[in-house]
């Protein structure tokens, strides 16, 4: 068996249900549905297992975490267990009334995602109007009665080739809202955006322009926000050290309980996962099939296995090593060394082809999706 | 527009930013914020202590020479201000 130390966060996926439909989404594309979804006992045993195992931050996300009724409840019961406790929504079903609930009962973080700065491009990328109210909720976030309980607020913004050249205005409009931190993460290709990757990825001209963009930002708001960017690895010469490397900092535990060592992880054919509803966290993390399988550096091949590189990046993404190149154990092709990088110098030759993108429009959500066809698929909820 | 940066002065009363706080164990404290911890030990430990917004700047500094009686004048100053704007920076601890 691999050594591992201990994981650091868990990612708590406590539900696949989502109002939103945003063609971003790393969901898988088979999603779970309601009726398979742990319960209220099953996720707060797991919080008092996962702090027991040393995890310091719980991530709350879905789908859409609102969506489930006993939010309150969970993030009750993270508190007590000791996590810092972050909740990464779209805020739809979030009222004035149960934003404060939330934060009595100890929320840490709040993480509000937004699609653009204009409201009918927004809803757009969403398929769903949703960007009014996401404005109304950064104020009611603001108001001191939420403000003296301590909460760190951050805006998240999904970057990609469709808003990414008026990421200024973004800036802008989301700074107005004033938090306290700005994510601005470029889309990661798994999921709903490697579906619609040739909508998505940005050109190399279009990511120049954002990085100078965001390093202005950054000069400008030092010390009142603090800015986070996320950069695409397509256009990176080496892969990210995904999740901190493959069962060493993370779990996820997904609706129906499954423990992944990723968002992605599924998509690996073979891969046996276990489930907390049978086994202990302690149990899973150290000895599960999963999360055994790309720990340390046996599985390795060439050229990572002799390469300088391999204890800081771990060979890069793994999911994103079989979506490409059908191995899951083989080098992340965005790595300049990978036998199949041209994979991705292809990937970005074609979607960089001047094409023509329909504008924006405003439609009920199987208009859209029907009108927007052949360009893009929007996310769809579980059944 | 927007205000302006604060500058940390000897009247400025520090203390943990919004989202952060202290977690960990008694023997490996750590200060907890929104994507990530710090360990803090020795005299960053000690600093950040005295960061619950009951003293200024000067008396934090004060505390610390009294402590450290043995340092140069003036250098204790000069670390814990660096220590504490590089906090601010990354949104850690407000002034």
């Not at chain 2, 952060?20 to 600093?47: H, Q």
């Amino acid at each position: 068996m691999t050594e591992c130390s201990n994981p650091l966060a868990l990612i708590a996926e406590i539900t696949h249900r989502c109002p939103l439909h945003c063609v971003y989404c790393s969901n898988p594309l088979e999603m779970i549905s309601r009726n398979e979804e742990l319960a209220t006992a099953d996720w707060l045993r797991v919080f008092g297992e996962a702090a027991a195992l040393g995890v310091l931050h719980l991530h709350l996300t879905g789908g859409e975490p609102l969506a489930r009724q006993d939010l309150t409840e969970l993030i009750e019961g993270a508190r007590r267990s000791r996590l810092y406790t972050n909740l990464i929504t779209s805020g739809i079903g979030l009222s004035r009334e149960r934003l404060s609930q939330l934060v009595e009962a100890g929320l840490d973080h709040l993480q509000l995602s937004f699609q653009d700065s204009g409201e009918g491009q927004a809803n757009w990328i969403a398929g769903t109007r949703a960007h009014a109210h996401k404005i109304e909720l950064a104020a009611w976030i603001r108001e001191p009665r939420i403000r003296e309980h301590g909460i760190a607020f951050t805006v998240n913004l999904v970057v990609h080739r469709q808003n990414i050249d008026h990421l200024e205005e973004m800036i802008s409009a989301l700074e107005a809202l004033h938090p306290d931190r700005m994510e601005i993460a470029h889309a990661q290709y798994y999921g709903w955006a490697l579906q619609n990757r040739s909508a998505l990825l940005p050109t190399r001209a279009q990511l120049d322009r954002a990085v100078a963009v965001v390093a202005a930002a950054e000069e400008r708001l030092r010390g009142r926000v603090r800015i986070d960017m996320v950069v695409p690895d397509y256009h990176a010469r080496f892969p990210k050290a995904c999740m901190g490397g493959w069962g060493r900092q993370l779990l996820l535990i997904d609706p129906a309980g499954r423990a992944l060592p990723c968002h992605a992880a599924g998509v690996i054919p073979g891969l046996r996962f276990d489930n907390v509803r049978e086994h202990a966290l302690d149990r899973i993390w150290q000895t599960s099939e999963a999360f055994q399988k790309f720990r340390g550096e046996d599985w390795m091949l060439e050229p990572c296995r002799t390469c300088d590189r391999r204890k800081e990046d771990f060979g890069g993404c793994r999911c994103q090593a079989f979506l490409l190149t059908g191995d899951a154990r083989a080098t992340d092709p965005v790595c300049e060394l990978a036998p199949l990088h041209h994979l991705i110098e292809d990937a970005v030759r074609e979607e960089a082809a001047t094409r023509t993108f329909p504008p924006p429009q405003q439609a009920p959500f199987h208009v859209l999706q029907e009108k927007m066809a052949g360009f893009w698929s929007y996310r769809t909820d579980p059944k | 527009m927007g205000a302006i940066v604060p500058e940390l002065v000897d009247t400025s009363v520090p203390r943990l930013a919004a989202g952060c706080r202290w977690g960990g164990t008694v023997e490996a404290p750590v200060v907890l914020f929104p994507e990530g911890a710090i360990r803090v030990e020795g005299t960053g430990r000690i600093i950040l202590e005295l960061c619950g917004g009951h003293f200024s700047l000067a008396e934090i500094v004060q505390k610390l020479e009294t402590q450290f009686f043995l340092a140069p004048k003036g250098k204790i100053r000069a670390e814990v201000q660096t220590f504490l704007e590089q906090l601010h920076a990354k949104r850690i601890i407000d002034y």
